[in-house]
T-cell receptor, first 113, second 110 residues
Framework: GAVVSQHPSWVICKSGTSVKIECRSL??????MFWYRQFPKQSLMLMAT?????????EQGVEKDKFLINHASLTLSTLTVTSAHPEDSSFYIC?????????FGPGTRLTVL | DAKTTQPTSMDCAEGRAANLPCNHS???????VYWYRQIHSQGPQYIIH???NNETNEMASLIITEDRKSSTLILPHATLRDTAVYYC???????????FGTGTRLKVLA
């Protein structure tokens, strides 16, 4: 299957700082990528759809000014958590699709102190 | 997108077949059924998908009922490494958005 990577795999930051997470499709081009968030013992929740060359589409209830998404190339999407707070601590996962099937990255665990 | 419902948890003996059911009673004619699994602290892994016909690959088999209101994922010879949360997702062709349900926590017992 297609390979999607994320960087970093984990990050710890202080409250009020911003954190950038990268999502790359390694062996295919992706005009669309997706960002999910997962809290402990819960399912994945779709946050936004990242579109290459255009604005991201956010799901209801997700603050677009807090979770900035940039999809600057066909293999890279970034999620920036701005002014992070402890309640933003979570497991962030991206996915990309070479066809109708989505392939997921390994996830990034964010801990905000 | 159709909603899917799955049992919360299941146990299976190692070496036996694991049969994981999924109900998607509101599925429409052009909606695919996808199965993924998530091992603790990892991203979901694609297993298999189908529309109408039964499907088989190196990982599993997918049996879809004739009315398409339910399906069953079959892991023919479960191993301890198959312990994971299994998600059944239905997807309308062209929408691409996945809505995850709660999934089934499968525990394979030695």
């Amino acid at each position: 299957g297609a390979v999607v990577s994320q960087h970093p795999s984990w990050v710890i930051c202080k409250s009020g700082t911003s954190v950038k997470i990268e999502c790359r499709s390694l062996d295919f081009q992706a005009t669309t990528m997706f960002w999910y968030r997962q809290f402990p013992k819960q399912s994945l929740m779709l946050m936004a759809t990242s579109n290459e060359g255009s604005k991201a589409t956010y799901e209801q209830g997700v603050e677009k000014d807090k979770f900035l998404i940039n999809h600057a190339s066909l293999t890279l999407s970034t999620l920036t958590v701005t002014s992070a707070h402890p309640e933003d601590s979570s497991f962030y996962i991206c996915s990309a699709r070479p066809t109708d099937t989505q392939y997921f990255g390994p996830g990034t665990r964010l801990t905000v102190l | 997108d159709a909603k899917t419902t799955q049992p919360t948890s299941m146990d299976c003996a190692e070496g036996r077949a694991a049969n994981l059911p999924c109900n998607h009673s509101t599925i429409s004619g052009n909606e695919y059924v996808y199965w993924y699994r998530q091992i603790h602290s990892q991203g979901p892994q694609y297993i298999i998908h189908g529309l109408k016909n039964n499907e088989t690959n190196e990982m599993a088999s997918l049996i879809i009922t004739e009315d398409r209101k339910s399906s069953t994922l079959i892991l023919p010879h479960a191993t301890l490494r198959d312990t994971a949360v299994y998600y059944c997702i239905s997807l309308t062709s062209g929408t691409y958005k996945y809505i995850f349900g709660t999934g089934t926590r499968l525990k394979v017992l030695a």
